[in-house]
């Protein structure tokens, strides 16, 4: 079974830095593409970014782009996801999610959905 483990969050002013972790057992890592998504205090999830299983392919929400990069270590079974320029609109509890694919489609518009398999890191972003 899928288990995750996200680590990384933190409280940051804005325009400040963070650095996601996230260790993924339980599959065959280098078979799956990883995403990212966050969930804040009473809106929806919303899908934040995506790496295809070689780490050729990357996809982000707009809301990010620019701002976010994704990246992935199969070695390592681990995706990491460096967030710079950090906005209040940031703050979220962020997760990793592994959608039964190779490749990022679907996943940061939500089309695949998400499942929250570990506890998330929370992420704020505040004066």
């Known amino acids: 079974q899928l288990h995750v483990v996200e680590s990384g969050g933190g409280l940051v002013q804005p325009g400040g830095s963070l650095s996601l972790s996230c260790v993924v057992s339980g599959i065959t890592f280098d078979w799956h593409a990883i995403g990212w998504f966050r969930q804040a205090p009473g809106k929806e999830r919303e899908g934040v970014s995506c790496i295809s299983s070689s780490g050729d392919g990357t996809d982000y929400a707009d809301s990010v782009k620019g701002r976010f990069t994704i990246s992935r270590d199969n070695a390592k079974n681990t995706v990491y996801l460096q967030m710079n320029s950090l906005k209040p609109e940031d703050t979220a509890v962020y997760y990793c999610?592994?959608?039964?694919?190779?490749?990022?489609?679907?996943?940061?518009?939500?089309?695949?959905?998400?499942?929250?398999w570990g506890q998330g890191t929370q992420v704020t972003v505040s004066p």
């Open positions: 999610d592994a959608p039964q694919q190779s490749h990022c489609s679907g996943f940061v518009d939500s089309s695949l959905g998400f499942a929250s």
